[in-house]
C-alpha cells in the first residue's frame, strides 16, 4: 500500500499543467475529499488541495453541474459539503441488502416521531403523545438518541420541567439539510401520526449515510 502523502508535500498550483486540466484536477480532488468523507467538508479544509487563492465555490459548482448525470451530487449541508445518493435511487439502495443497511435505521413510526420533533422542538414526550394520540415509548426515544438524530433540549416550564427534545447536526447531515429553515414546508406534508409520515424525505432516509 503507497504511503500516505503528507499535506505539506502535495503539489497544490499544478503550475505544469495547462489552465483547463489544472482546473479540472482540482475538481476531482475536492470530488475525492467529499467522497472520502462521511461528514461535511468545510470550505478550509478543501482549499487545501487546491492552488492558494483558487474559488473553493466556484470550483464547487462546476463538479455539481459535472456530476449532472450521476446517481449521486453534491450538497451543501451545515457548514460544509457532502456527497449524497439522489432520492431516486434510493429503491436500488434498499433492494442491495448490503447496501441499505449503512442507511439511518429507522421505521415508520420512528420516522413520523422524528418529524414531529423536527417540526415542533422543543417538544416534551406529553406533547408527541398529543400529536400521535398515543405514548411514545422512552425506547423509541432513546433509539432516535442512540442514532445522535436528536438530543435533549430545554427544561419545560410545564410543571415538573420534563426534558424536551430537538433534532441534532446530524439530523441535519442525514437529510441534508444546511438549517432547519430548510425541512419541507409544513403545509406539504401530512399530519405525522397520519398517512405517510416525511414523505418528501422518502429515499433520504436511505441513502443518508455513506
Same mark, same amino acid.
Given at each position: 500500500m503507497a504511503k500516505h502523502q503528507p499535506a !505539506? #508535500?502535495?503539489?497544490?498550483? +499544478?503550475? #505544469?499543467?495547462?489552465? %483547463?486540466?489544472?482546473?479540472? %484536477?482540482? =475538481?476531482?480532488?475536492? %470530488?475525492?475529499? +467529499?467522497?472520502?468523507? !462521511?461528514?461535511?467538508?468545510?470550505? /478550509?479544509?478543501? @482549499?487545501?488541495?487546491?492552488?492558494?487563492?483558487?474559488? $473553493?465555490?466556484? +470550483?464547487? %459548482?462546476?463538479?455539481?453541474?459535472?456530476?449532472? #448525470?450521476?446517481?449521486? /451530487? $453534491?450538497?451543501?449541508?451545515? #457548514?460544509?459539503? =457532502?456527497?449524497?445518493?439522489?432520492?431516486?435511487? @434510493?429503491? !436500488?439502495?434498499?433492494? !442491495?441488502?448490503?447496501?441499505?443497511?449503512?442507511?439511518?435505521? +429507522?421505521?415508520?413510526f420512528e420516522t413520523a416521531v422524528l418529524a414531529a420533533i423536527a417540526y415542533h422542538q422543543p417538544i416534551t414526550r406529553d406533547g408527541l403523545k398529543d400529536i400521535f394520540g398515543k405514548e411514545v415509548s422512552r425506547n423509541l426515544i432513546g433509539r432516535l438518541n442512540a442514532q445522535d438524530l436528536i438530543a435533549t433540549g430545554p427544561r419545560s416550564p410545564l410543571r415538573g420541567a420534563p426534558y424536551t427534545f430537538v433534532t441534532t447536526e446530524r439530523f441535519l447531515v442525514a437529510f441534508a439539510l444546511e438549517s432547519l429553515r430548510d425541512l419541507p414546508d409544513r403545509e406539504q406534508l401530512e399530519d405525522a401520526g397520519m398517512g405517510h409520515p416525511m414523505s418528501e424525505f422518502d429515499g433520504v432516509i436511505a441513502g443518508a449515510s455513506r
Open positions: !505539506a #508535500d502535495l503539489d497544490r498550483a +499544478l503550475a #505544469d499543467l495547462p489552465p %483547463e486540466l489544472r482546473w479540472r %484536477e482540482w =475538481m476531482r480532488r475536492i %470530488e475525492a475529499v +467529499l467522497f472520502a468523507s !462521511a461528514s461535511p467538508v468545510p470550505r /478550509a479544509d478543501l @482549499a487545501r488541495v487546491v492552488g492558494q487563492g483558487v474559488s $473553493v465555490d466556484l +470550483l464547487i %459548482e462546476d463538479l455539481i453541474s459535472d456530476l449532472a #448525470d450521476r446517481p449521486y /451530487a $453534491v450538497v451543501h449541508v451545515v #457548514d460544509g459539503w =457532502m456527497l449524497q445518493t439522489r432520492p431516486a435511487y @434510493a429503491p !436500488a439502495i434498499r433492494a !442491495a441488502a448490503d447496501v441499505g443497511d449503512q442507511g439511518l435505521d +429507522l421505521n415508520e
